[in-house]
T-cell receptor, first 116, second 111 residues
Framework: GAVVSQHPSRVICKSGTSVKIECRSLDFQATTMFWYRQFPKKSLMLMATSNEGSKATYEQGVEKDKFLINHASLTLSTLTVTSAHPEDSSFYIC????????????FGQGTRLTVV | QKEVEQDPGPLSVPEGAIVSLNCTYS??????FMWYRQYSRKGPELLMYTYSSGNKEDGRFTAQVDKSSKYISLFIRDSQPSDSATYLCAIFTGGGNKLTFGTGTQLKVEL
């Protein structure tokens, strides 16, 4: 299957600082990338959908000013958690779609964010 | 009612057992049905997907969909300790581009 690389795999930051997470599709062009958040023993919660060159579409209840998403190229999307607080601590996962149908979404390995 | 319901487990079985994992869904518009495997602290990995009622087999894995009952299953034959992971069902409506996940079932296959 296609490879999606997510970096960093884990990060610890101080409360009030910003953290950037990168998601790269290594061997295909991803027209659409998705960002999820996963709490322990909970389902993946879709945060936003990003299409290359356009603004991300955020799910209801997700603060767009807090979770900044940029999809500057067909192989790279970034999620920036701004002014992070301890309640933002979570597992963040990106996925990339090889086409509009998204019947095969390839996931990154996830980023464990801890805000202290 | 959640769109996708899945028993979180944990489910513990002996090596070699047949495992049955299940999900129910509420929206009859759902068209594609996926199963993902997620190891601890890793991203999900797609195992199988299907879009019609019936069975689809891939090695030791069989995905089953019953649209009339809105019920999907994943069977694992000859389970191995390496199958120990969380299994998530996900359902996708072809008209949009959004996957709706179940909570995942934690499976442990013991020696």
């Amino acid at each position: 299957g296609a490879v999606v690389s997510q970096h960093p795999s884990r990060v610890i930051c101080k409360s009030g600082t910003s953290v950037k997470i990168e998601c790269r599709s290594l061997d295909f062009q991803a027209t659409t990338m998705f960002w999820y958040r996963q709490f322990p023993k909970k389902s993946l919660m879709l945060m936003a959908t990003s299409n290359e060159g356009s603004k991300a579409t955020y799910e209801q209840g997700v603060e767009k000013d807090k979770f900044l998403i940029n999809h500057a190229s067909l192989t790279l999307s970034t999620l920036t958690v701004t002014s992070a607080h301890p309640e933002d601590s979570s597992f963040y996962i990106c996925s990339a779609s090889t086409g509009p149908a998204n019947t095969e979404a390839f996931f990154g390995q996830g980023t464990r964010l801890t805000v202290v | 009612q959640k769109e996708v319901e899945q028993d979180p487990g944990p489910l513990s079985v002996p090596e070699g057992a047949i495992v049955s994992l299940n999900c129910t869904y509420s929206n009859s518009a759902f068209q594609y049905f996926m199963w993902y495997r997620q190891y601890s602290r890793k991203g999900p990995e797609l195992l199988m997907y299907t879009y019609s009622s019936g069975n689809k087999e891939d090695g030791r894995f069989t995905a089953q969909v019953d649209k009339s009952s809105k019920y999907i299953s994943l069977f694992i034959r000859d389970s191995q300790p390496s199958d120990s992971a969380t299994y998530l069902c996900a359902i996708f409506t072809g008209g949009g581009n959004k996957l709706t996940f179940g909570t995942g079932t934690q499976l442990k296959v013991e020696l």
